[in-house]
């Protein structure tokens, strides 16, 4: 059974850094493309960013391109978000997902696993 958890979420003040981890088990990580979504208080899960089987391939929602990164290392089987000059309307719950191919495509489309989820809140 695939298991996808997260950590690293907390709070941080506005500006500040966090990185996020994802540790997968239960299939050979590094034949899938990986990608986090997040969920803010009384909103729709959104779709964040995604990368591809290799790493070799990225792609990023509009509202965080440029302050947020993702990344992945195949040998540990996990994948990170590096989150920098984060807002306020950056807090939500932050979810690892496993995608059902190499590649994502429509990254918002695919997922087949999801983690449980780690909260993220940014103080203004």
């Known amino acids: 059974q695939v298991q996808l958890v997260e950590s690293g979420g907390g709070l941080v003040q506005a500006g500040g850094s966090l990185r996020l981890s994802c540790a997968a088990s239960?299939?050979?990580?590094?034949?899938?493309?990986m990608g986090w979504f997040r969920q803010a208080p009384g909103k729709e899960r959104e779709f964040v960013g995604a990368?591809?089987?290799?790493?070799?391939?990225?792609k990023y929602a509009d509202s965080v391109k440029g302050r947020f990164t993702i990344s992945r290392d195949n040998a540990k089987s996990t994948v990170y978000l590096q989150m920098n000059s984060l807002k306020p309307e950056d807090t939500a719950v932050y979810y690892c997902?496993?995608?059902?191919?190499?590649?994502?495509?429509?990254?918002?489309?695919?997922?087949?696993?999801w983690g449980k989820g780690t909260l993220v809140t940014v103080s203004s």
């Open positions: 990368i591809s089987w290799s790493g070799g391939s990225t």
């Open positions: 997902a496993s995608y059902s191919s190499g590649n994502y495509g429509d990254p918002r489309r695919g997922v087949d696993y």
């Open positions: 239960g299939r050979t990580f590094s034949r899938y493309a």
